[in-house]
């Protein structure tokens, strides 16, 4: 029988994604984070990048893969909220549809700020939204990091390091843009882990498709700058600022990643059941992959 993977299919895990040679017997299928975590959820596939968040709140039926992770320390870069009132005094905030963990994450942020706009579900763009009557809009992926580099680009020491929120323009109007990895970082000094390789509890990916994953990963990340100039094209975004997006992410759920999990479960899914994960890798794989 095929073993059925399904690939939240960001730039952001291109690194991994990129050079992984599918081993015979298992397929694959992409999407939009809440179309991967319902597909898993489903059985419509059997193991997949998913919302960080959707394994939290299923942690009595998955498990997760131990060295894999989306996460970041710090800025994400892609995961923002663009507002034209300071934080503070925001009524209405626009949520993508895409999205389980940011929405989760911006939630955990709006309530230790002791803030409580009304978030609402809706499509569109920054500047399509805002002129609509939002005053906040959570976006997520690849057009949320184009918007970002609209919005505040280029990098400067001032986008990159400095205090939030950062200001630019979006569709004529001023924006404070929000990088809310940014404000996991000030709230928790944490890494944010936004994405896990997760299985439902009893059917792990076979072991050639984990090595196959890790190889691919290795050979990502040693080849940064060829993934980045590809996707750079692709994303109508200077090469260096890919690459900035891309080296910035940690993608081998390393202790200070799982301290970040921690907090953030307990933090938004208050009561849930332990996170469970799958053996870590024996030495003869750490050799061939790290
Ligand atoms: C960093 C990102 O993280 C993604 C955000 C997700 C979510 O919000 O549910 C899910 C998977 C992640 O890979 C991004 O969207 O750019």
Same mark, same amino acid.
């Given at each position: ?20 040679? =599918?081993? +015979? ?5 992409? /999407?939009? $984070?809440?179309?991967?975590? @319902? *597909?898993?959820? %489903? !059985? ?70 002791? =803030?409580? +706009? ?5 499509? /569109?763009? $920054?500047?399509?939204?805002? @002129? *609509?009557?939002? %005053? !906040? ?87 940064? *700058? ?65």
């Amino acid at each position: 029988m095929t073993y059925r993977a399904g690939w939240i299919h960001f730039t952001n895990v291109a690194p991994i994604l990129d050079s992984l040679q =599918l081993p +015979p017997g298992v397929s694959a299928i992409t /999407g939009v $984070p809440t179309e991967m975590n @319902a *597909a898993l959820l %489903d !059985g419509r596939v059997d193991v997949a990048n998913i919302s960080v968040v959707e394994f939290i709140r299923n942690a009595d039926k998955l498990e997760a893969l131990p060295d894999f992770s989306v996460s970041v320390l710090g800025p994400v870069y892609s995961v923002n909220l663009f507002h034209t009132a300071p934080l503070h005094a925001l009524k209405r905030i626009a949520l993508t549809s895409q999205s389980a963990t940011s929405v989760a994450l911006l939630e955990v942020v709006l309530k230790e700020r002791g =803030l409580k +706009p009304v978030l609402e579900g809706a499509e /569109g763009t $920054p500047e399509t939204l805002l @002129a *609509a009557g939002f %005053d !906040g809009v959570l976006r997520i992926g690849d057009s949320a990091l184009r918007e970002w580099y609209a919005a505040v680009g280029p990098l400067t020491p001032e986008t990159t390091m400095t205090a939030l929120p950062h200001t630019g323009r979006a569709g004529g109007q001023a924006v404070h843009v929000t990088d809310l990895a940014e404000e996991w970082f000030a709230i928790t000094g944490h890494p944010f882990v936004f994405a896990v390789w997760a299985y439902r509890k009893g059917y792990p990916p076979p072991p050639d498709l984990v090595q196959a994953m890790r190889e691919a990963r290795r050979e990502g990340l040693g080849h940064l *700058a060829e993934v980045a100039r590809r996707h750079a094209q692709q994303l109508g975004l200077p090469e260096r600022v890919v690459q900035h997006y891309l080296w910035n992410f940690r993608y081998h759920l390393e202790e200070p990643d799982r301290l970040g999990l921690t907090e953030f479960a307990l933090k938004a899914v208050p009561g849930h059941a332990p996170l469970q994960f799958g053996p870590k890798p024996g030495k003869r794989e750490v050799e061939r992959t790290l």
